[in-house]
């Protein structure tokens, strides 16, 4: 008999040591699962056993052997602290499944799970050495189960890692790729591409926000009816990402289409879009992550969209300058470069543009030796329509002063060329003389324009002989001409609005009283001297603030 | 810039579109085009081979699911072949097996094809 336990002993110990060397060369949970329970079984000769493990603290069902389907998945909830030996329901599902024994498999400090083994097939009770020997094998497995549960763990880590990095990369590879495209179409397409492809996604619609307008992008939901809904939704107001329960309880018709979220597309906390997608394919619900993913992406196309928008505009706004910069240049070349010197005449000029093309113009045009025709203008508005027609007309002055024609008819003809070359209700307020060196006369003509000022004797004289402004109508009343007897020490003022009606920072004018009794107290400087005092006077007046106006203004003094 | 092309060949019913490189957000359209073109002459039975694949981003397998309903809608399929562990583990990590055949080899999935 001793003998014989000696031999039983050692071939326990030899079906030990290959156990131990099966289970710990796998790192596969299953594999070492169901060796365990398989030895267990063959070693007792037990019909039926299973093996449930502790996930989380819950005793969950692994592996088994000859239980029925319905018993496993009557498996009873239990917990991996509690004494299961006292849990009623335990109890109950052992017997009804016919398991005879139940044993732990711990680590050093941990319930890993349990083990629970059928009756013998003899019929014998497990006996004290057999559960001894069930102890062991269950010592001997605890390692190798505890370690292939870190690998899955890490495993499973791994993948969430896997998932965050790939998200990562698609956040990465848009806003690169978002930063090259020139056309939103693009990006839009790519922003679709990315997200139908990271979740799966087969209904699917943008919209985009300009204004009242909403641009429907790409949508696979039915247009009407999407657009239909989100007319009667405050769409502009939505300003987190909706899920699945929100849109439910907020949107019932959208969430009818079968819409499951909704993400606004926002910059600068304005919302500017919407992402809105209907279910996963996989049936999988979006998670909050999800969701913060397809914001993040959402957000890189709205920005990249807008900035392509942005930098056009400004692009265009760049090339308009340039134009206007080199209008400027065109306009300022058209002024006279050099002010003829007459006997009697002391003439001098300025013409301060504002920062814009304007309509303002002077002219000074020497006839023969003893005539010149000065002429200002106003051209209402202001811009490249105002300069094209200041340009018009200076044209048209340059040639008709030449011709001999009388002031008052010319000044219809010109009129009448004005009216029809605007169409827009444009207009040109002008005055002309032609001031005679020999006679000291000036013959003028007042179309609509702020009187010129004539100093004489510490009084003013305004001329405003002439008749209508140019450009609202053809010439019906002919324009009346007046010429004047000019005196010495006389000195004749024009000037445009942009002198009078200079403005401060508080919005004041500087006003026609002010100018008039400013003139009339500098009136025996030279013309030079009195053009160059106004024009420091309404600099100081308006103290650097920006003028919307041209500044025009001729001097003739008297010598 | 990643490189990327795609050569597209038939083999009687079904055709087979072989990728090579980069396949991201750059590159998409180009694919986008094959399977524009293949659903113009109605070839509905398509085979994606991607052993020369070297890397696909979700906006490159957003061109796959852009146009899988309307294939499947027509009677065909785009099975995939041929992939790289780094290629199927993206695929898998999104959960694509789930909806797509996935094959050893653009034999097997041909094959598939044929079977039908």
């Known amino acids: 008999m001793p003998d014989n336990d000696n031999l039983k002993a050692k071939r326990n110990l030899t079906a030990l040591v290959e156990f131990s060397r099966v289970i710990n060369s796998s790192l596969d949970l299953n594999f070492i699962l169901n060796n365990v329970l398989l030895t267990c079984l063959g070693k007792f000769l037990a019909t039926k056993g299973l093996i449930a493990l502790n996930v989380n603290s819950k005793i969950l069902l692994k592996t088994s052997k000859g239980i029925t389907e319905e018993?496993?998945?009557?498996?009873?909830?239990?917990?991996?602290?509690?004494?299961?030996?006292?849990?009623?329901?335990?109890?109950?599902?052992?017997?009804?499944?016919?398991?005879?024994?139940?044993?732990?498999?711990?680590?050093?400090?941990?319930?890993?799970?349990?083990?629970?083994?059928?009756?013998?097939?003899?019929?014998?009770?497990?006996?004290?050495?057999?559960?001894?020997?069930?102890?062991?094998?269950?010592?001997?497995?605890?390692?190798a189960i505890q370690n292939s549960l870190i690998v899955e763990e890490l495993k499973f880590v791994n993948r969430e890692l896997d998932s965050r990095i790939q998200r990562l990369s698609s956040l990465f590879e848009?806003?690169?790729?978002?930063?090259?495209?020139?056309?939103?179409?693009?990006?839009?397409?790519?922003l679709i591409f990315s997200l139908i492809g990271q979740f799966l996604i087969q209904k699917?619609?943008?919209?985009?926000?300009?204004?009242?307008?909403?641009?429907?992008?790409?949508?696979?939901?039915?247009?009407?009816?999407?657009?239909?809904?989100?007319?009667?939704?405050?769409?502009?107001?939505?300003?987190?990402?909706?899920?699945?329960?929100?849109?439910a309880l907020l949107f019932p018709q959208l969430f009818e289409m079968g819409i499951q979220v909704i993400v606004p597309m926002q910059i600068q906390g304005r919302t500017k879009g919407l992402i809105i997608l209907g279910k996963r394919v996989n049936d999988l619900d979006y998670t909050d992550a999800d969701i913060e993913f397809i914001f993040s992406v959402g957000s890189l196309a709205i920005i990249s969209m807008e900035n392509r928008r942005l930098f056009r505009e400004a692009l265009e706004k760049q090339k308009l300058e340039e134009e206007l910069d080199l209008a400027r240049d065109i306009q300022r070349n058209l002024l006279p470069q050099k002010i003829p010197v007459y006997k009697n005449f002391e003439i001098a000029a300025i013409n301060l543009s504002s920062k814009q093309v304007g309509g303002d113009y002077y002219d000074i045009i020497p006839l023969?030796?003893?005539?010149?025709?000065?002429?200002?203008?106003?051209?209402?508005?202001?811009?490249?329509?105002?300069?094209?027609?200041?340009?018009?007309?200076?044209?048209?002055?340059?040639?008709?002063?030449?011709?001999?024609?009388?002031?008052?008819?010319?000044?219809?003809?010109?009129?009448?060329?004005?009216?029809?070359?605007?169409?827009?209700?444009?207009?040109?307020?002008?005055?002309?003389?032609?001031?005679?060196?020999?006679?000291?006369?000036?013959?003028?003509?007042?179309?609509?324009?702020?009187?010129?000022?004539?100093?004489?004797?510490?009084?003013?004289?305004?001329?405003?002989?002439?008749?209508?402004?140019?450009?609202?109508?053809?010439?019906?009343?002919?324009?009346?001409?007046?010429?004047?007897?000019?005196?010495?020490?006389?000195?004749?003022?024009?000037?445009?609005?942009?002198?009078?009606?200079?403005?401060?920072?508080?919005?004041?004018?500087?006003?026609?009283?002010?100018?008039?009794e400013l003139a009339l107290s500098i009136s025996a400087e030279s013309s030079e001297r009195i053009l160059q005092k106004i024009k420091q006077e309404v600099q100081t007046f308006a103290e650097g603030t920006i003028q919307s106006d041209d500044m025009t203004m001729v001097v003739i003094k008297v010598k | 810039?990643?490189?990327?092309?795609?050569?597209?060949?038939?083999?009687?019913?079904?055709?087979?579109?072989?990728?090579?490189?980069?396949?991201?957000?750059?590159?998409?359209?180009?694919?986008?085009?094959?399977?524009?073109?293949?659903?113009?002459?109605?070839?509905?039975?398509?085979?994606?081979?991607?052993?020369?694949?070297?890397?696909?981003?979700?906006?490159?397998?957003?061109?796959?699911?852009?146009?899988?309903?309307?294939?499947?809608?027509?009677?065909?399929?785009?099975?995939?072949?041929s992939m790289n562990d780094k290629v199927y583990n993206i695929f898998d990590l999104l959960g694509f097996p789930l909806l797509y055949e996935i094959f050893k080899s653009e034999d097997e999935a041909i094959k598939k094809f044929l079977e039908k």
């Open chain 1, 71 to 143: 018993m496993i998945h009557k498996f009873p909830d239990i917990s991996a602290g509690e004494d299961f030996l006292s849990n009623e329901e335990f109890k109950t599902y052992l017997q009804e499944s016919n398991l005879k024994v139940v044993e732990r498999i711990s680590s050093s400090n941990d319930c890993l799970g349990i083990i629970c083994l059928g009756e013998k097939l003899n019929k014998e009770d497990y006996r004290k050495d057999d559960l001894d020997f069930l102890r062991t094998i269950l010592n001997i497995s605890a390692s």
């Open chain 1, 174 to 190: 848009l806003s690169k790729e978002f930063g090259l495209f020139s056309e939103s179409t693009k990006v839009t397409r790519l």
């Open chain 1, 368 to 516: 023969d030796k003893n005539t010149c025709c000065i002429a200002i203008a106003d051209v209402s508005g202001k811009g490249v329509p105002a300069a094209l027609l200041m340009a018009n007309m200076q044209a048209f002055l340059q040639v008709i002063c030449r011709q001999n024609i009388p002031l008052d008819i010319a000044t219809g003809m010109i009129n009448d060329l004005i009216s029809q070359n605007t169409t827009d209700g444009k207009f040109i307020t002008f005055f002309w003389g032609i001031f005679d060196d020999i006679n000291n006369t000036v013959k003028y003509v007042n179309a609509g324009h702020n009187p010129p000022l004539l100093l004489r004797n510490g009084k003013i004289i305004k001329l405003e002989t002439g008749g209508i402004i140019l450009g609202v109508m053809n010439t019906v009343f002919p324009y009346q001409s007046e010429t004047v007897q000019l005196q010495p020490k006389d000195v004749l003022i024009l000037f445009t609005d942009g002198i009078s009606e200079a403005m401060n920072k508080n919005g004041e004018e500087f006003t026609d009283k002010k100018l008039e």
């Open chain 1, 204 to 247: 699917y619609v943008l919209l985009r926000f300009e204004g009242k307008d909403i641009e429907v992008i790409e949508p696979k939901f039915p247009v009407d009816e999407l657009l239909n809904n989100i007319k009667n939704i405050d769409y502009l107001k939505i300003e987190t990402p909706l899920n699945k329960e929100q849109v």
């Open chain 2, 1 to 81: 810039m990643a490189e990327f092309s795609t050569s597209v060949k038939d083999k009687g019913d079904v055709s087979i579109i072989s990728l090579k490189g980069f396949l991201d957000a750059h590159t998409a359209p180009i694919l986008e085009t094959n399977f524009v073109e293949l659903i113009n002459k109605n070839r509905y039975k398509i085979v994606v081979d991607f052993n020369e694949l070297a890397y696909i981003s979700s906006a490159g397998l957003g061109v796959f699911m852009a146009f899988i309903e309307k294939i499947r809608e027509n009677n065909g399929d785009i099975k995939l072949a």
